[in-house]
């Protein structure tokens, strides 16, 4: 399910790895996009640092991006509105097993 749409845009899953040496996105793996966070997970700065990070690689405003569901657990499934689809450089989210 890495990415998927619906009527309000994207949904992407993913696993959240927080305190990573830098952000940037991993690989594929189990049906999740791994993406490491610089920020800690304290006071939903990695929430906020997720956001922010993913907005950037869409090319979207950060108020666009929301935690759908798992605030407060590794695995997210992220809401990235009014996007229809996934920029060409990004196209290796919608891969299963992209490794």
């Keep these: ?7 309000d845009g994207l949904l992407l899953a993913c696993k959240v790895q ?5 952000t940037a996105f991993g690989v594929v793996r189990d049906g999740e996009a791994i993406v490491k966070i610089h920020a800690p997970p304290i006071d939903g ?15 979207v405003p950060h108020s666009r991006v929301s ?12 809401r990235i509105a009014g996007v229809a ?3 060409d450089t990004l196209q290796w989210l919608r891969a299963d097993n992209a490794d």
Aim: charged residues 20%; proline residues 2%.
């Design 18 to 22: 927080t305190r990573a040496k830098s």
């Design 85 to 87: 689809d996934v920029p």
């Design 45 to 59: 700065r990695a929430n906020t640092a997720l956001c922010h990070f993913i907005a950037a690689a869409f090319g």
């Design 1 to 7: 399910m890495t990415l998927t749409t619906d009527a």
């Design 67 to 78: 935690v759908v569901r798992g605030a407060h657990s590794r695995h997210k499934v992220l």
